[in-house]
């Protein structure tokens, strides 16, 4: 039995406030459990790159087997010198690691220059695993899918899209035996118009690409299939929006909001610090979860939480509410998160975990920010959350992190997956650099993202968005691009 505390914030007392503080001050300590592990390195040489850097994780888990991949050795006007993967076979107690041959010019004769936006996926019914990448070369920007069947040996990648004007790929598969689209694997990518194509062998060949039925504008999208084989698409338009298929799509239904999003902004150049892309989850019986960074519980805009809606069927959703990280009245400033939801899991006791980054101080410049990384769990389907964990990566400073064509670059998303029913975030940590190259690899932690059964859980029930409240400035949409005009063939510099 958990007999861990739980209250509301929204009508809390005085002694469970103090509970709070405290449970807040403890947690800015990193956890005595949160030993990093480096699981990857930068080992490229080629010159247009800024070396030894690795941003932007994805994961996934299927089984015993947990999958990352993460752009290697940044390009500032535009992805990696390719894109690196991690696997643990063993539920995250060891890490093999390489990159995806054939993708680019710096590995196994790729055709591209760099490659990014990694996204990785398992076809349960055909026995492999898909990374999805945005490929980089002298015909724009493309998507294309790399397949392996044991996460460890990659075949040359299959191109999804040419049209070369494409940013912001996503990919999920139907891995629900019951479902009459079992094996249907869903590449989502953005135009800007959000765009999807379909495969039902393995990801060997793709469907011609399609869009919504009004043609929705968008960014950062992530799809989501449920036991039924429904697809929710949900992505960062004007608001927080949705839309579905019903035949694996073969068509795409018009698109409706499904919240509304406010971001503070803050004072730092920091790539992403204030874009709200929304991270996704499924539970077993098939319930949605995302989550974004959002301003609107704080008075004046003043730093942002991370906020959670749900639902149950795709089309009505829970108002946004807070998870409670820490008090209303601190000074943190949340961002880019990675959710986790445990896929064995299911409603009021599903299991969520979150990573992201934050700022001690949301006040703080590109002079004196300092970057943490931290996590929060629920046991109870995001009802209740522990305070909010120092993961032990920082502080981090901004001028630590390698330049883009958008802002020194940590991500543009997070990632955190259920491995047999234990979470594990991936994320970039980086340090002092030296002799003339960052410092900056994925990591995650030897032990999983886990509360112990005495830890606090607290509730936000009872808070509500503050009428009236806006940033000062719109979310910043250009920020998360990798969009760039075609250029000349790229040229061959150097072989990992």
């Known amino acids: 039995m958990n007999r861990a505390l739980r209250f509301s914030q929204g009508r809390v007392n005085r002694s469970a406030f103090f509970t709070f503080v405290l449970a807040f001050a403890i947690s800015l300590t990193p956890s005595a459990s ?29 089984g015993s087997t947990m999958v990352a991949a993460f752009q290697v050795a940044r390009v500032d006007d535009g992805g990696g010198a390719d894109i690196g993967f991690a696997t643990s076979t063993d539920s995250g107690k060891t890490w093999t690691y390489g990159s995806l041959p054939g993708l680019t010019v710096n590995y196994k004769n790729g055709p591209n220059s760099a490659a990014s936006d990694a996204s990785v996926v398992y076809d349960a019914k055909h026995g492999v695993w898909l990374i999805c990448t945005l490929p980089i070369g002298n015909s724009g920007d493309n998507v294309a899918v790399s397949r392996s069947t044991d996460g460890l040996h990659w075949d040359k990648p299959v191109l999804i899209d040419s049209s070369g004007g494409d940013d912001k790929n996503w990919i999920t598969c139907d891995n629900n035996a019951k479902s009459k689209f079992y094996g249907h694997c869903y590449a989502e990518w953005d135009t800007p118009e959000v765009m999807l194509s379909t495969s039902t062998d393995g990801g060997i060949k793709w469907g011609t690409a399609k869009t919504s039925g009004d043609g929705a504008f968008g960014s950062g999208a992530e799809p989501l299939v449920q036991p039924n084989g429904q697809v929710v698409v949900v992505f960062l338009g004007n608001d927080m929006t949705a839309f579905t298929s019903t035949n694996g799509g073969t068509s795409w239904g018009s698109s409706f909001s499904i919240a509304p999003v406010n971001t503070f902004q ?12 929304p991270s996704t989850g499924i539970d077993e019986s098939g319930k949605l979860y ?110 630590w992190l390698p330049a883009s064509q958008n802002g020194p670059m940590l991500a543009d998303y997070l990632s955190s997956s259920y491995v047999n029913g234990k979470a594990f975030g991936v994320f970039m940590v980086a340090k002092a650099p030296a002799d003339g190259l960052f410092n900056e690899a994925a990591y995650t932690t030897k032990n999983p993202l886990e509360a112990s059964a005495d ?26 691009e990798e969009r760039e005009s075609p250029n000349a063939p790229p040229v061959k510099e150097s072989q990992k």
């Open 455 to 480: 830890e606090p859980r607290f509730s936000s029930r009872g808070e509500k968005r503050i009428p009236g409240v806006h940033s000062d400035r719109p979310f910043p949409r250009s920020q998360g």
């Open 34 to 62: 949160a030993q990093l592990v480096k699981i990857s390195t930068d080992s490229f040489h080629n010159s247009a790159s800024q070396h030894k850097t690795e941003v932007e994780p994805d994961t996934y888990s299927w």
């Open 266 to 277: 803050g004072n730092s150049t920091l790539r992403s610090v204030g874009l709200p892309f």
């Open 290 to 399: 995302v989550v974004w960074s959002d301003c609107s519980f704080r008075s004046g805009c003043s730093t942002n939480d991370l906020v959670l809606i749900t639902s149950t069927n795709g089309t009505k959703w829970t108002k946004p509410a807070r998870i409670p990280i820490d008090p209303l009245k601190s000074t943190v400033d949340h961002f880019i998160p990675g959710l986790g939801v445990d896929r064995s899991t299911s409603g009021s006791t599903a299991h969520l975990a979150t990573t992201y980054y934050y700022y001690p101080d949301a006040s703080c410049d590109d002079s004196n920010c300092e970057i943490h990384v931290g996590f929060t769990a629920s046991e109870d389907g995001g009802k209740t959350w522990t305070a909010g964990k120092d993961l032990g990566a920082g502080p981090m400073k901004i001028s």
